[in-house]
T-cell receptor, first 114, second 109 residues
């Protein structure tokens, strides 16, 4: 069964550094998403991406965050000038369509900012 | 802004009993309501979903009901098994997916 894969599974960084979280969405999917889950809390929407553009973003997705689809398979989330409060699980998801497509989630990357 | 409330936050049942988790949403434009199961250390996995033109949907031991007038939707798990133990999230989607706060379900043998 096709799945969304994320690397690394755990990323540790120093406050102020830049991190890149990587995702390989399901191959025929056109819509890509990033979500965040702080430990013990609910999953929160960060951004959706379609046709090489951001479709929607939340207030969490400030100007330190950016997304990119650098090639035909990868979808990345970059966080610059990381803060302690960026520590969370970050989930990538993809779907075939926007309004009818089921979103399939990866296993997540745990980001620890020290 | 959009909000999804979920109750209860924890639920403990005996194996074989039923479990019910309830959610309410605020955005009347929401038209898609998935339920996700999250096991420890894993990402959310879709278990069932329902669209706004349907009032009920069932898949084996799992059923979901939707009351659009009241903006309520519920997950029903019958004949619970220990492997059903996980955190369950409801979500509602208008333009983006908004998750509930989660329910930790424990099924005791």
């Amino acid at each position: 069964e096709p799945e969304v894969t994320q690397t690394p599974s755990h990323q540790v960084t120093q406050m102020g550094q830049e991190v890149i979280l990587r995702c390989v969405p399901i191959s025929n999917h056109l819509y890509f998403y990033w979500y965040r889950q702080i430990l013990g809390q609910k999953v929160e929407f960060l951004v959706s991406f379609y046709n090489n553009e951001i479709s929607e973003k939340s207030e969490i997705f400030d100007d330190r965050f950016s997304v990119e689809r650098p090639d035909g398979s990868n979808f990345t989330l970059k966080i610059r000038s990381t803060k302690l409060e960026d520590s969370a699980m970050y989930f990538c998801a993809s779907s075939e369509g926007l309004h009818v497509g089921i979103q399939y989630f990866g296993a997540g990357t745990r980001l620890s900012v020290l | 802004g959009e909000n999804v409330e979920q109750h209860p936050s924890t639920l403990s049942v005996q194996e074989g009993d039923s479990a019910v988790i309830k959610c309410t949403y605020s955005d009347s434009a929401s038209n898609y309501f998935p339920w996700y199961k999250q096991e420890l250390g894993k990402g959310p996995q879709l278990i069932i979903d329902i669209r706004s033109n349907v009032g009920e949907k069932k898949d084996q031991r799992i059923a979901v009901t939707l009351n659009k007038t009241a903006k309520h939707f519920s997950l029903h798990i019958t004949e619970t098994q220990p492997e059903d133990s996980a955190v369950y999230f409801c979500a509602a989607k208008a333009d983006k997916l908004i998750f509930g706060t989660g329910t930790r379900l424990q099924v005791f043998p």
